[in-house]
């Protein structure tokens, strides 16, 4: 028996491809390479041990790059789908794997999905060039070189519950290799804490073009 096809969900109905971005250079500075982000007053903070923000960090003609370039794959096999739990009950977001699939389920990385059999589409190079030169900005974590990305797409009642990133191998735990969440679109809340507890938890906004990376303690 074949399994049911994954329904079409496009990040920008109504979208058309002539549009493009036009990136304004001021006077005396170098021309950034494609997907490059500029560190030029990028706030820095330091939130907790293992825990950093980069406000600002990611341009906007880069965020609209960014979303671009998951807008294909994602109608396209492998794409963007609402994940269910064990429980059967559904995530209030639209998710997309790239490089790997991530089984929520399983709560495991693999070659493809269980419910499909279809193959998580490429990581961009822009992205991993965007996640290292934040990771270096950051200055406090291991090099890293991204082999899976995580694209979640949240409506005006999207969400995601306090939860533990900690499916990746043993190894890049142990390493203390971070992870790093962009994003993109509207200010959006973002708790964290030492419990499941939402009343003990620290709350900050994130808006668009911010990054956060969480590594070596703030991972255990």
Known sequence: MSQPSTPLFDLCP???ESRTAKTIIPKGSMKRKAGEPSTD????QHLRPGMVSLKGF????????????CRQPGKGPGG?????LKNGAKLNLWMMSL???WDPTARSYGPTRPFDGAQAPTIPDAFKMIAQTANSTASEFPQINPDICIVNYYTN?????????KDESKSSINQGLPFISISIGDTAEFMFGD????GKATKIDLESGDVLILGGGSRI
């Open 99 to 101: 490089g790997k699939n």
């Open 195 to 198: 419990t499941r507890d939402k």
């Open 41 to 44: 007053a990028v706030s820095v």
């Open 14 to 16: 109504g979208y058309h």
């Open 58 to 69: 990611v341009k906007p003609e880069d965020q609209i790059g960014m979303v671009s370039m």
């Open 157 to 165: 009642f999207g969400k995601l519950g306090l939860h533990q990133d």
């Open 80 to 84: 963007f789908y609402r994940p269910s």
